[in-house]
């Protein structure tokens, strides 16, 4: 047999209360009576909430434990909620472009020497471009839109000898320069002054736009336009109605030439360098996503 717990036993609020009561009597005299009263009343109250807390224990020690797969109390319990389907949804990509034209050409030229020492080769070289520079300054051409971008020195050697090695027959000097030109109505004629002034050398021609914010903003906008049309006839094909925008992305933005000539100025020699400056064709691409709703008008 389990012995049997017994519950120590605990002195009763009501006779807690008469022994507060007796000690609030004790003392003499009136201001005396007043304090030990209001003492011993406190000491009373404390001693009843300690009898009545621990009264409690025996009652709280034999409450039993909520079993884990007890159920939960009704405000504690889902509520069982229709299932809705996933809202359709049609996603597009779609370009817009615009033009612009060019206001800035970008030119690599430079000088090219060949001598029979490598030190002649770049003195001669070193020469030739500096009237080069000169020259561009004296047209106007700023300091910051000239840059020297390759510098090479390289010996020229003979392979016809079959079975013998090659022999270095000299010495091939180059400098290269980056140029900008902003005035495109005078690049011909600049291109042709370079050429009497020593450059031998004319590695390409680009043609860019300093400030393309506007071009680009009117390619968005053609793009989302795009976009939004393509979105509204593939929906009615498939039955459905466009319905309102839920994201909208940006891709890259691109911009390539389109060929146009450009007319030059003629000079006292005759007619300039002809020059293509072409037309900037700006891009941009755009990716939207769309709610699509039924053609009763139920959003899916």
């Known amino acids: 047999m389990k012995p049997e717990m017994i519950a120590p036993a605990h002195p009763s609020a009501r006779s807690l209360q008469a022994i507060g009561a007796k000690q609030a009597r004790l003392g003499t005299g009136a201001p005396s009576r007043r304090i030990h009263a209001g003492i011993a009343a406190k000491v009373a109250a404390g001693i009843t909430a300690l009898a009545l807390g621990a009264a409690a224990l025996p009652a709280l020690a034999q409450t039993p434990p909520?079993?884990?797969?007890?159920p939960q109390p009704p405000h504690q319990m889902g509520h069982d909620k229709k299932a809705h389907p996933a809202m359709a949804r049609l996603t597009v990509t779609a370009e817009g472009e615009s033009a612009a034209q060019p206001d800035l050409a970008t030119i690599s030229l430079g000088v090219s020497v060949q001598a029979e020492t490598a030190a002649a080769a770049m003195a001669e070289n070193a020469t030739?471009?500096?009237t080069v520079i000169d020259k561009l300054k004296a047209e106007g051409i700023e300091a910051r839109d000239i840059q020297t971008s390759g510098l090479s020195l390289s010996p020229v050697q003979n392979y016809s000898?079959?079975?013998?090695?090659?022999v270095i027959t000299g010495y091939m000097a180059q400098n290269?320069?980056?140029l900008r030109v902003r005035d495109l109505a005078r690049l011909g004629p600049v291109l042709d002054m370079l050429v009497e002034a020593g450059a031998n050398e004319i590695n390409g021609i680009n043609f860019t736009r300093e400030d393309t914010t506007e071009a680009e903003d009117a390619?968005?906008?053609?793009?989302?336009?795009a976009a939004h049309h393509k979105a509204e006839v593939m929906a009615e094909a498939a039955g459905m109605k466009l319905g309102r925008l839920i994201a909208l992305s940006d891709g890259a933005v691109s911009n390539g030439p389109r060929p146009m000539m450009m007319a030059t100025a003629n000079d006292a020699k005759g007619r300039a360098t002809p020059i293509e400056a072409g037309e900037l064709s700006i891009?941009?691409?755009?990716?939207?996503?769309?709610?699509l709703i039924a053609a009763d008008g139920a959003a899916e």
């Open 283 to 291: 891009s941009a691409s755009v990716s939207a996503t769309y709610a």
């Open 128 to 130: 030739r471009q500096q």
């Open 176 to 178: 290269m320069v980056t």
């Open 161 to 166: 000898q079959d079975g013998k090695p090659p």
């Open 66 to 70: 909520v079993p884990a797969d007890a």
């Open 219 to 225: 390619a968005r906008t053609n793009a989302v336009a």
